[in-house]
């Protein structure tokens, strides 16, 4: 089945700075892959997704690239705002209906 | 706002209880799933349905039971629960296959299960 990891597990940036979290998938199969955000206490949020056949997609500050030969995709969040603090998940879909989840990336964005 | 809506928000029972968790949506989606979360961890899938009908159980305890009495409504049956089954359960729906491939999942807020 699909393997997702997940980097960093934790991350602290200072307000304003950009912040990059990082993922790889182990199925080459895969096509779909969701960013959820993650506030404590609530519910997985989707901030951005993108398809196998982009190779990067913006949303304002969030933009998420994929590099399907190496296997890979990452979030960027620019400009960072202290509303940005959350863990935030990956995840990677192969072809029915299941999500496999990376182990989660704890963002701390410090004033 | 979400428009996956659970009951209960809290639920604590016994190891000897039966008790119901519900989902529902009215969004038009054809999928619906179970999820478990444990503190500082990702969900963990545990059974998806596609058009009422149960398409995935990820080798799930039988003291678990799920049920999709329609498109918009998803029910986990809880019997016998162990300590260890107290997490967050999440439900989930999407469109489904069919209907527009790879189309995003939309969480509710959970219940929060505590098992005494």
């Known amino acids: 089945g699909e393997n997702v990891e997940q980097h960093p597990s934790t991350l602290s940036v200072q307000e304003g700075d950009s912040a990059v979290i990082k993922c790889t998938y182990s199925d080459s199969a895969s096509n779909y892959f969701p960013w959820y955000k993650q506030e404590l206490g609530k519910r997985p949020q989707l901030i951005i997704d993108i398809r196998s056949n982009v190779g990067e997609k913006k949303d304002q500050r969030i933009a998420v690239t994929l590099n399907k030969t190496a296997k890979h995709f990452s979030l960027h969040i620019t400009e960072t705002q202290p509303e940005d603090s959350a863990v935030y998940f990956c995840?990677?879909?192969?072809?029915?209906?299941?999500?496999?989840f990376g182990t989660g990336t704890r963002l701390t964005i410090i004033p | 706002d979400t428009e996956v809506t659970q009951t209960p928000k809290h639920l604590v029972m016994g190891m000897t209880n039966k008790k119901s968790l519900k989902c529902e949506q009215h969004m038009g989606h054809r999928a619906m799933y179970w999820y478990k979360q444990k503190a500082k961890k990702p969900p963990e899938l545990m059974f998806v349905y596609s058009y009422e009908k149960l398409s995935i159980n990820e080798s799930v305890p039988s003291r678990f039971s799920p049920e999709c009495p329609n498109s918009s409504l998803l029910n986990l049956h809880l019997h016998a629960l162990q300590p260890e089954d107290s997490a967050l359960y999440l439900c989930?729906?999407?469109?489904?296959?069919?209907?527009?491939?790879?189309?995003?999942?939309?969480f509710g807020d959970g219940t929060r299960l505590s098992i005494l």
């Open positions: 995840a990677a879909r192969t072809g029915n209906e299941k999500l496999t």
């Open positions: 989930a729906s999407s469109q489904g296959r069919g209907r527009s491939l790879n189309q995003p999942q939309h």
